[in-house]
């Protein structure tokens, strides 16, 4: 919001410059994000910039030198004696006479004339004056130097307002307000400062002038000002004229309304015109300038409706003004000359033939305000800011006054905003305002009431303020404070300490932030610190016992999972958790048909692409590593992440998966050699093992299993404890090729990690490392092909018993020695004891039972 202090001046007197008034307004949570000068020299002497100032706010604008940049006064335009597009202006500086040329086309029709029956007011350049040059694109600095132009010496300028900084326009020269005295310094007489504050949407409540003003006179300590509401009205009663009814009050609480008769439509005042401008609106005429005006000035947004449209459109009956939802398939043309289709929940007012606007959006251009409008229909209203917001997104059609009802407006504010305007409009356009004002009020606000003990105070804050200072810094932002007794708290000396105190508060109505016990205490408490000043708030220890400090087991199993993942190699990604149900069954092949999904789905999507929650990790990560396909040759991604699955209660279910994609070469391109292989299936199932064995998950098993989604044969799913965590292996070709990655082997992996959490043990058994000598011996199996290694391997161990500290396979050969249908295992043994060095006869005697199991169990045959 864009506040000119000119302007904010008019509610509350400080001569504090404009950096400290920026400065204490960004540390009470008004963050001032640029200051620009018009005219004037920033205090501190720097602009554009502020260099070495790198924390404040930017700041822009073109001082005015007082001496060279004036008031001047045209009494005559001559035309050039040599140029047709020329004029010679005779001017009074204030000190001489001067003929001044110009190009100015605004400036022609008082060509030829004589002298002037009313001087013109303009900006005056003197020689030697700094602007920014008018024929240049952006700001680009000039200096007024004497030269001959067409024969016409020329060494001064009438100014428009692009070389002086204020706007764009270079259309024409300014002409300034009758009452400019000429020879005044310019800087004096239109020298400005424009703060743009930025409103979050916890300081909407100060989206208005009046709103900043009040900050100002609490951070200042000085008196406010608000404007008057009260006006004076000797119209015609309106009561019989216009009935309201509001069909759905939770959606407009408050319909206020009142009548100007004989408005005269013109230009509105060059103040007017100029405040409007400065703080980034366009005047119009006097009465939609009005509107606007108060709405920037108290916060209140308005309407005005041509009174005789209405009275047209009833037909001769009493006007009936109605507040509704749209109906199916209705439509209004806006302001903006566009016709939009309305939604079942777009607020309309209408009447009884139709919508007359958008409620707290865009009025209807059927009974805008024209030039020949003569009757007025002002309307101040409140309005749900939910459905303001919901209007603003499904229209695409943002504007001033839903910028501030979507965050929150008051109905009190609607008699305060419609009183300054109407008697605004009395004085600036001329109108009869009516005697009586049609109010409807169906839904009345709530006041808040706060009881906020001064121990409290204290305790959040760890500083000791006096009640009275507390009581004074509440006040000075409109609240209504009373200081009573704690009950029960007066000591035995009959002396009361501050904290047996407690404030009595009542929150003005334009504090909708503020809530009930404690949550409004802490409200409170909030505003206080920011007004006293955070920078007064001394460090000190918490007097508070500190809660008892509670784990996030949960958590813990995740973030253990992804350290262990990352230092395998993989690079952790985060995607979209909203996705579309075609793009969930892309990771099947074509033709196959796809599970049915049930899948949560948005109300209102941004776009078609990401209306549902996803049901699959694993499709959200082929998702990137698609889109990162053409940048690398190697991709090592996991995710680990919710899906969101219907749960029969109002939030769905959120179970954490485990998602990996491994495509390309085992190691990067670098400057050492690097293994280029192609990953494979063993690659994923070490990573898998590594994981788990890190998690400390025991006896983990893989098992051939068929996944449509994997390729045939390539695929195996992972037990714990005989439940089934996920699945493993090479995707499908043709779902590979569905994700445009070609050349490599695509290998994924999907685990339910809720499966896995009832094994991952916060407490698990440790050995000692044995400082006794192992045993290494070889040993070659035959066994039949069918037979799964990893059985092998649990043969080995249980036959060997703890002394079997590991169990290696490092070949694995089929051929005519083996056997037909058969195959050759050679595994590495380390044998181990904790307690003592093991002899020959020992480790004979556990390879002895080894070798009697593998061939008892499985029909082994030992390789001598």
Same mark, same amino acid.
């Given at each position: 919001?864009?506040?000119?202090?000119?302007?904010?001046?008019? !509610?509350?007197?400080?001569?504090?410059?404009?950096?400290?008034?920026?400065?204490?307004?960004?540390?009470?949570?008004?963050?001032?994000?640029?200051?620009? !000068?018009?005219?004037?020299?920033?205090?501190?002497?720097?602009?554009?910039?502020?260099?070495?100032?790198?924390?404040?706010?930017?700041?822009?604008?073109?001082?005015?030198?007082?001496?060279?940049?004036?008031?001047?006064?045209?009494?005559?335009?001559?035309?050039?004696?040599?140029?047709?597009?020329?004029?010679?202006?005779?001017?009074?500086?204030?000190?001489?006479?001067?003929?001044?040329?110009?190009?100015?086309?605004?400036?022609?029709? !008082?060509?030829?004339?004589?002298?002037?029956?009313?001087?013109?007011?303009?900006?005056?350049?003197?020689?030697?004056?700094?602007?920014?040059?008018?024929?240049?694109?952006?700001?680009?600095?000039?200096?007024?130097?004497?030269?001959?132009?067409?024969?016409?010496?020329?060494?001064?300028?009438?100014?428009?307002?692009?070389?002086?900084?204020?706007?764009?326009?270079?259309?024409?020269?300014?002409?300034?307000?009758?009452?400019?005295?000429?020879?005044?310094?310019?800087?004096?007489?239109?020298?400005?400062?424009?703060?743009?504050?930025?409103?979050?949407?916890?300081?909407?409540?100060?989206?208005?002038?009046?709103?900043?003003?009040?900050?100002? &006179?609490?951070?200042?300590?000085?008196?406010?000002?608000?404007?008057?509401?009260?006006?004076?009205?000797?119209?015609?009663?309106?009561?019989?004229?216009? =009935?309201?009814?509001?069909?759905?009050?939770?959606?407009?609480?408050?319909?206020?309304?009142?009548?100007?008769?004989?408005?005269?439509?013109?230009?509105?005042?060059?103040?007017?015109?100029?405040?409007?401008?400065?703080?980034?609106?366009?005047?119009?005429?006097?009465?939609?300038?009005?509107?606007?005006?108060?709405?920037?000035?108290?916060?209140?947004?308005?309407?005005?409706?041509?009174?005789?449209?209405?009275?047209?459109?009833?037909?001769?009956?009493?006007?009936?003004?109605?507040?509704?939802?749209?109906?199916?398939?209705?439509?209004?043309?806006?302001?903006?000359?566009?016709?939009?289709?309305?939604?079942?929940?777009?607020?309309?007012?209408?009447?009884?033939?139709?919508?007359?606007?958008?409620?707290?959006?865009?009025?209807?251009?059927?009974?805008?305000?024209?030039?020949?409008?003569?009757?007025?229909?002002?309307?101040?209203?409140?309005?749900?800011?939910?459905?303001?917001?919901?209007?603003?997104?499904?229209?695409?059609?943002?504007?001033?006054?839903?910028?501030?009802?979507?965050?929150?407006?008051?109905?009190?504010?609607?008699?305060?905003?419609?009183?300054?305007?109407?008697?605004?409009?009395?004085?600036?356009?001329?109108?009869?305002?009516?005697?009586?004002?049609?109010?409807? !009020?169906?839904?009345?606000?709530?006041?808040?009431?706060?009881?906020?003990?001064?121990?409290?105070?204290?305790?959040?804050?760890?500083?000791?303020?006096?009640? =009275?200072?507390?009581?004074?810094?509440?006040?000075?932002?409109?609240?209504?404070?009373?200081?009573?007794?704690?009950?029960?708290?007066?000591?035995?000396?009959?002396?009361?300490?501050?904290?047996?105190?407690?404030?009595?508060?009542?929150?003005?109505?334009?504090?909708?932030?503020?809530?009930?016990?404690?949550?409004?205490?802490?409200?409170?408490?909030?505003?206080?610190?920011?007004?006293?000043?955070?920078?007064?708030?001394?460090?000190?220890?918490?007097?508070?016992?500190?809660?008892?400090?509670?784990?996030?087991?949960?958590?813990?199993?995740?973030?253990?999972?992804?350290?262990?993942?990352?230092?395998?190699?993989?690079?952790?990604?985060?995607?979209?958790?909203?996705?579309?149900?075609?793009?969930?069954?892309?990771?099947?092949?074509?033709?196959?048909?796809?599970?049915?999904?049930?899948?949560?789905?948005?109300?209102?999507?941004?776009?078609?692409?990401?209306?549902?929650?996803?049901?699959?990790?694993?499709? &959200?990560?082929?998702?990137?590593?698609?889109?990162?396909?053409? =940048?690398?040759?190697?991709?090592?991604?996991?995710?680990?992440?919710?899906?969101?699955?219907?749960?029969?209660?109002?939030?769905?279910?959120?179970?954490?998966?485990?998602?990996?994609?491994?495509?390309?070469?085992?190691?990067?391109?670098?400057?050492?050699?690097?293994? =280029?292989?192609?990953?494979?299936?063993?690659?994923?199932?070490?990573?898998?093992?590594?994981?788990? &064995?890190?998690?400390?998950?025991?006896?983990?098993?893989?098992?051939?299993?068929?996944?449509?989604?994997?390729?045939?044969?390539?695929?195996?799913?992972?037990?714990?404890?005989?439940?089934?965590?996920?699945?493993?292996?090479?995707?499908?070709?043709?779902?590979?090729?569905?994700?445009?990655?070609?050349?490599?082997?695509?290998?994924?992996?999907?685990?339910?990690?809720?499966?896995?959490?009832?094994?991952?043990?916060?407490?698990?058994?440790?050995?000692?490392?044995?400082?006794?000598?192992?045993?290494?011996?070889?040993?070659?199996?035959?066994?039949?092909?069918?037979?799964?290694?990893?059985?092998?391997?649990?043969?080995?161990?249980?036959?060997?018993?703890?002394?079997?500290?590991?169990?290696?396979?490092?070949?694995?050969?089929?051929?005519?020695?083996?056997?037909?249908?058969?195959?050759?295992?050679?595994?590495?043994?380390?044998?181990?004891?904790?307690?003592?060095?093991?002899?020959?006869?020992?480790?004979?005697?556990?390879?002895?039972?080894?070798?009697?199991?593998?061939?008892?169990?499985?029909?082994?045959?030992?390789?001598?």
């Amino acid at each position: 919001m864009k506040v000119p202090l000119s302007w904010l001046k008019e !509610y509350v007197d400080f001569d504090l410059p404009p950096e400290e008034i920026a400065s204490r307004l960004t540390f009470a949570g008004l963050e001032v994000e640029s200051i620009e !000068y018009i005219g004037l020299a920033p205090q501190n002497g720097h602009i554009d910039g502020l260099p070495g100032e790198e924390r404040g706010p930017k700041a822009r604008g073109l001082a005015w030198d007082r001496e060279k940049i004036v008031v001047g006064r045209v009494f005559e335009v001559l035309p050039h004696p040599n140029a047709d597009r020329l004029v010679l202006c005779k001017l009074d500086d204030g000190r001489t006479i001067h003929t001044v040329l110009t190009g100015a086309p605004n400036l022609f029709p !008082y060509k030829g004339q004589g002298p002037l029956a009313k001087p013109l007011k303009v900006a005056y350049a003197r020689e030697g004056a700094m602007l920014y040059d008018g024929h240049q694109p952006g700001n680009v600095l000039t200096t007024l130097q004497r030269m001959k132009i067409r024969g016409v010496e020329s060494y001064s300028m009438i100014c428009s307002e692009k070389e002086l900084g204020i706007s764009a326009d270079h259309e024409g020269v300014m002409i300034l307000p009758d009452d400019a005295p000429a020879g005044t310094p310019l800087a004096d007489y239109l020298g400005d400062v424009i703060l743009d504050v930025k409103i979050n949407p916890n300081m909407a409540r100060n989206a208005n002038m009046v709103g900043i003003a009040r900050e100002v &006179s609490a951070l200042t300590g000085r008196k406010l000002r608000p404007p008057s509401y009260l006006f004076r009205a000797s119209g015609e009663p309106l009561k019989k004229h216009l =009935r309201i009814r509001i069909q759905n009050p939770e959606f407009n609480p408050r319909f206020t309304a009142i009548l100007l008769r004989d408005v005269q439509i013109g230009p509105s005042p060059a103040w007017m015109q100029r405040r409007l401008s400065r703080a980034g609106m366009r005047p119009i005429n006097n009465i939609v300038d009005i509107t606007n005006y108060v709405m920037l000035e108290t916060g209140q947004p308005l309407h005005a409706f041509d009174w005789d449209s209405l009275a047209a459109r009833a037909s001769g009956n009493a006007v009936t003004i109605i507040t509704r939802t749209a109906r199916p398939g209705e439509t209004i043309v806006t302001l903006d000359g566009a016709t939009r289709t309305l939604d079942d929940f777009t607020v309309l007012v209408c009447d009884e033939k139709g919508p007359l606007s958008i409620a707290g959006v865009m009025g209807g251009a059927e009974t805008e305000v024209r030039d020949t409008t003569v009757n007025i229909l002002l309307e101040a209203a409140a309005w749900d800011y939910l459905s303001i917001r919901r209007t603003v997104q499904a229209q695409k059609l943002p504007s001033e006054a839903a910028f501030r009802f979507s965050r929150g407006v008051h109905p009190a504010a609607t008699l305060r905003g419609l009183g300054r305007a109407a008697e605004l409009m009395r004085t600036l356009g001329g109108g009869i305002i009516s005697r009586d004002t049609v109010d409807t !009020y169906p839904r009345k606000a709530p006041v808040v009431r706060v009881d906020l003990p001064m121990k409290e105070v204290r305790r959040l804050l760890g500083v000791n303020i006096p009640p =009275r200072k507390v009581a004074q810094i509440l006040e000075s932002l409109e609240f209504v404070c009373r200081v009573k007794e704690t009950p029960a708290r007066r000591r035995r000396s009959g002396k009361i300490s501050d904290d047996d105190l407690t404030l009595q508060v009542i929150a003005p109505d334009h504090r909708l932030d503020i809530g009930t016990g404690v949550v409004g205490q802490a409200d409170l408490i909030e505003e206080i610190a920011r007004i006293y000043g955070y920078a007064r708030i001394p460090e000190v220890q918490i007097a508070d016992l500190l809660p008892i400090q509670r784990g996030n087991p949960g958590l813990e199993q995740e973030e253990a999972a992804r350290d262990l993942l990352v230092n395998l190699g993989l690079q952790e990604v985060l995607t979209y958790h909203l996705t579309a149900p075609e793009k969930e069954a892309a990771v099947y092949p074509p033709g196959m048909e796809v599970p049915a999904a049930e899948y949560i789905r948005l109300a209102n999507p941004i776009v078609p692409e990401r209306r549902v929650m996803r049901c699959s990790v694993l499709a &959200s990560v082929l998702e990137t590593a698609a889109r990162n396909a053409s =940048r690398t040759d190697r991709l090592a991604l996991f995710e680990l992440g919710p899906v969101y699955l219907p749960s029969g209660k109002p939030l769905p279910a959120e179970p954490v998966q485990l998602a990996i994609v491994l495509a390309g070469p085992r190691e990067s391109r670098d400057w050492r050699p690097s293994d =280029r292989t192609p990953a494979d299936f063993f690659d994923l199932k070490g990573i898998l093992e590594g994981v788990l &064995s890190g998690l400390h998950v025991p006896s983990p098993t893989f098992e051939s299993t068929r996944d449509p989604r994997f390729h045939p044969g390539r695929c195996a799913k992972i037990l714990v404890g005989g439940t089934a965590l996920g699945v493993m292996g090479q995707l499908h070709p043709q779902v590979a090729a569905r994700f445009e990655w070609a050349g490599h082997d695509l290998l994924a992996a999907e685990l339910n990690f809720e499966l896995l959490r009832p094994y991952l043990l916060r407490q698990y058994p440790v050995h000692s490392i044995s400082e006794y000598p192992p045993v290494l011996e070889d040993l070659a199996v035959v066994v039949a092909e069918d037979v799964p290694v990893e059985r092998v391997i649990q043969k080995i161990r249980s036959s060997g018993g703890e002394i079997v500290q590991s169990v290696l396979l490092f070949d694995v050969y089929r051929g005519e020695q083996a056997g037909s249908g058969n195959k050759s295992l050679a595994f590495a043994l380390t044998y181990q004891a904790p307690d003592r060095t093991l002899g020959s006869t020992e480790a004979e005697e556990i390879r002895t039972r080894i070798i009697r199991a593998l061939e008892g169990d499985l029909a082994g045959k030992v390789r001598r």
